[in-house]
């Protein structure tokens, strides 16, 4: 009986043994989870840091945004102010010719412009160059209409006699030439 009374205590000596460790182990991972739970908060912390963050810089950015926005529409204007009056002083432009003024949306008459649904055919095709009176004199109705709407917008109402559209068109490129 004593060798049994000994097994018992052993036994009992190994399960205080083990239930030292699985406590030790509990504290551990109570210790391991209030470290997580602390790591968290810190790292909620820095994404409402980031957030707030991304916030600026998304306000910045469309700030910024519209002051481009704002010189595009400028430096678009200043270009064909300049090209006009470039054009005013070359008389017929048979000796110098003519600069090519951009259309109200920035873009160029003699560019076309692709469908943006990938399309064959272009939204607007490239229009002849205007490089001196006699373009305009021998332009037809057809391209005489859309540099109208080019440079007046799409709205604007096109005469229908040959002579008061390319009227419109040298004055909206800059030419003082009778035509």
């Not at 300049?82 to 002083?89: F, G, Y």
């Not at 600069?99 to 055919?121: A, R, Y």
């Not at 009176?133 to 005489?144: D, E, K, Q, T, Y």
């Not at 209409?145 to 004055?171: F, T």
Request: with cysteine.
């Amino acid at each position: 009986m004593r060798g049994d009374l000994n097994v018992v205590r052993t036994a009992q000596a190994t399960m205080r043994g083990d239930l030292n460790v699985v406590r030790t182990t509990q504290a551990n991972m109570q210790t391991n989870q209030t470290g997580m739970q602390t790591t968290l908060a810190d790292v909620r912390t820095s994404q409402r840091g980031m957030e707030r963050t991304l916030a600026d810089v998304q306000t910045t950015l469309a700030e910024h945004g519209a002051t481009l926005d704002d010189h595009g529409t400028k430096l678009g204007l200043l270009t064909r102010i300049c090209a006009q009056s470039s054009n005013r002083l070359r008389g017929p432009g048979t000796s110098i010719a003519f600069c090519i003024v951009p259309f109200l949306d920035d873009s160029l008459p003699t560019v076309p412009i692709p469908d943006p649904n990938g399309g064959p055919q272009p939204v607007r095709p490239a229009l002849p160059a205007i490089l001196n009176v006699h373009a305009i004199r021998s332009m037809s109705g057809a391209n005489l209409r859309l540099y109208i709407q080019g440079y007046y917008g799409p709205d604007q109402n096109v005469p229908h006699m040959l002579q008061a559209r390319r009227a419109l068109v040298a004055d909206a490129v800059g030419c003082t030439v009778e035509l």
